[in-house]
């Protein structure tokens, strides 16, 4: 069964960092690129970083600079770190498989898990 399980959120101030876990679990996660995705309150999902296979790393413009994504593949975990939060980066943020498709990226798996809260104060 196909599991990733999101941790590591919390309540920061302005400017505070955060470093989020996602821990893969029932298939070769070496084999796939992950991203992580974020849903603030009435908005959209939204892919804000994604790392493929190959480690190519990818962020949405409003996080670059900011956001570092990496993978450890013999830990079956994908991280994301969180610097200079903002509060528009509240939201409750998700991770799961990507798959390129016209030059985007889009979730593989149509289940998610339940994600972890990030919620960041002024």
């Known amino acids: 069964q196909i599991q990733l399980v999101e941790s590591g959120g919390g309540s920061v101030q302005s400017g505070g960092s955060l470093r989020l876990s996602c821990a893969a679990s029932?298939?070769?996660?070496?084999?796939?690129?992950i991203g992580w995705f974020r849903q603030a309150p009435g908005k959209e999902r939204e892919l804000v970083a994604r790392?493929?296979?190959?480690?190519?790393?990818g962020y949405t413009d409003s996080v670059k600079g900011r956001f570092t994504i990496s993978r450890d593949d013999p830990k079956t975990t994908v991280y994301l770190q969180m610097n200079s939060l903002k509060p528009e980066d509240t939201a409750v943020y998700y991770c799961?498989?990507?798959?390129?498709?016209?030059?985007?990226?889009?979730?593989?798996?149509?289940?998610w898990g339940q994600g972890i809260q990030v919620t960041v104060s002024s």
């Open positions: 790392i493929t296979a190959g480690h190519s790393t």
């Open positions: 029932g298939f070769s996660l070496e084999r796939y690129g």
């Open positions: 799961n498989a990507v798959r390129l498709t016209s030059g985007d990226y889009y979730p593989l798996y149509n289940s």
